[in-house]
């Protein structure tokens, strides 16, 4: 049974979860299951904190249905990049020079997510301050592709790349200044999604991210294993009473606040993209004991 939920899409967890067809505390045992057959030889999740994850999970459990806001998560098991706090666990950004360093609050992504019913279980590896396209550091290590381990998962975001692939969690954060989503998600087939500038807020605690690009210019998105529609809108602003310094230049008012909907046609052109792309198999003579096992 964990072996089968490892292997759903973001969608279809939600779809269980919010039927009650399945349990956070479920997802969550799935996920660790595929994290210790894994992530020994991946390295993509770098820290895990599944008592913070658990005591969310209940919280979550106890809550009425009737009391849930559109777009809710139900209790999906995400991973976030370690440039970002999430409020009581380890927050390197790859360095040395925070490699003590534990979050005392949550960034405001951290804070959203968690508040539509995502829950945190583990930080994703990355490079020393997000700058490289490849993911390795001097506290953690490589992370490797899990289609083939002798190849790289790409960067900044490898590590939320590889742990998608593999199946350890079914959505995972990352950031995004000249590629560090949309690189890794296509070395690993998973799908990547970078936001137009002023999507999502700029406001970081994490020291570390504010060394690297994307403090300055970057974006906070996503790379999942399929699109789940609401979950560009959950980090935005728009659908919550956050203050002015928390949210996203469109999401307060300025250039572009009105979200155009898509023609046919183009729509049609970018389902038919992401499904050939999450239906992506290793090519022949690929490793594929660590994504398909």
């Given at each position: 049974?964990?072996?089968?939920?490892?292997?759903?899409?973001?969608?279809?967890?939600?779809?269980?979860?919010?039927?009650?067809?399945?349990?956070?505390?479920?997802?969550?045992?799935?996920?660790?299951?595929?994290?210790?057959?894994?992530?020994?030889?991946?390295?993509?999740?770098?820290?895990?904190?599944?008592?913070?994850?658990?005591?969310?999970?209940?919280?979550?459990?106890?809550?009425?249905?009737?009391?849930?806001?559109?777009?809710?998560?139900?209790?999906?098991?995400?991973?976030?990049?370690?440039?970002?706090?999430?409020?009581?666990?380890?927050?390197?950004?790859?360095?040395?020079?925070?490699?003590?360093?534990?979050?005392?609050?949550?960034?405001?992504?951290?804070?959203?997510?968690?508040?539509?019913?995502?829950?945190?279980?583990?930080?994703?590896?990355?490079?020393?301050?997000?700058?490289?396209?490849?993911?390795?550091?001097?506290?953690?290590?490589?992370?490797?592709?899990?289609?083939?381990?002798?190849?790289?998962?790409?960067?900044?975001?490898?590590?939320?790349?590889?742990?998608?692939?593999?199946?350890?969690?079914?959505?995972?954060?990352?950031?995004?200044?000249?590629?560090?989503?949309?690189?890794?998600?296509?070395?690993?087939?998973?799908?990547?999604?970078?936001?137009?500038?002023?999507?999502?807020?700029?406001?970081?605690?994490?020291?570390?991210?504010?060394?690297?690009?994307?403090?300055?210019?970057?974006?906070?998105?996503?790379?999942?294993?399929?699109?789940?529609?609401?979950?560009?809108?959950?980090?935005?602003?728009?659908?919550?009473?956050?203050?002015?310094?928390?949210?996203?230049?469109?999401?307060?008012?300025?250039?572009?606040?009105?979200?155009h909907t898509a023609d046919y046609g183009a729509r049609r052109g970018a389902d038919l993209a992401v499904g050939r792309l999450c239906r992506a198999r290793?090519?022949?003579?690929?490793?594929?004991?660590?994504?398909?096992?």
């Amino acid at each position: 049974m964990k072996q089968e939920l490892s292997k759903l899409t973001a969608t279809e967890a939600v779809a269980l979860l919010k039927r009650r067809e399945v349990s956070p505390l479920e997802l969550i045992d799935a996920a660790m299951t595929r994290i210790e057959a894994t992530n020994p030889r991946l390295n993509s999740l770098v820290t895990l904190c599944l008592d913070r994850a658990r005591k969310h999970a209940q919280r979550i459990m106890r809550q009425k249905h009737a009391d849930v806001p559109a777009h809710y998560l139900y209790g999906l098991p995400i991973a976030i990049k370690d440039n970002l706090d999430v409020s009581g666990v380890r927050a390197t950004s790859g360095s040395r020079i925070y490699a003590d360093r534990i979050a005392q609050s949550s960034d405001i992504v951290v804070e959203r997510l968690e508040a539509n019913g995502a829950i945190v279980i583990g930080k994703t590896n990355m490079p020393e301050f997000a700058a490289g396209g490849n993911t390795f550091n001097d506290v953690f290590g490589a992370t490797r592709n899990p289609w083939d381990t002798r190849m790289t998962s790409g960067g900044s975001s490898g590590g939320a790349a590889a742990a998608l692939a593999a199946g350890q969690v079914w959505l995972a954060n990352g950031g995004d200044f000249g590629g560090s989503i949309r690189q890794p998600a296509s070395f690993c087939s998973v799908a990547g999604l970078r936001p137009s500038p002023g999507m999502v807020p700029k406001v970081q605690k994490n020291p570390g991210l504010r060394r690297g690009k994307q403090g300055r210019d970057g974006t906070t998105a996503t790379a999942r294993r399929s699109l789940l529609d609401p979950f560009a809108y959950l980090v935005t602003g728009r659908r919550t009473r956050a203050g002015a310094h928390h949210r996203s230049d469109r999401a307060a008012g300025g250039q572009g606040g009105t979200h155009h909907t898509a023609d046919y046609g183009a729509r049609r052109g970018a389902d038919l993209a992401v499904g050939r792309l999450c239906r992506a198999r290793a090519q022949p003579g690929a490793q594929r004991d660590q994504r398909n096992s």
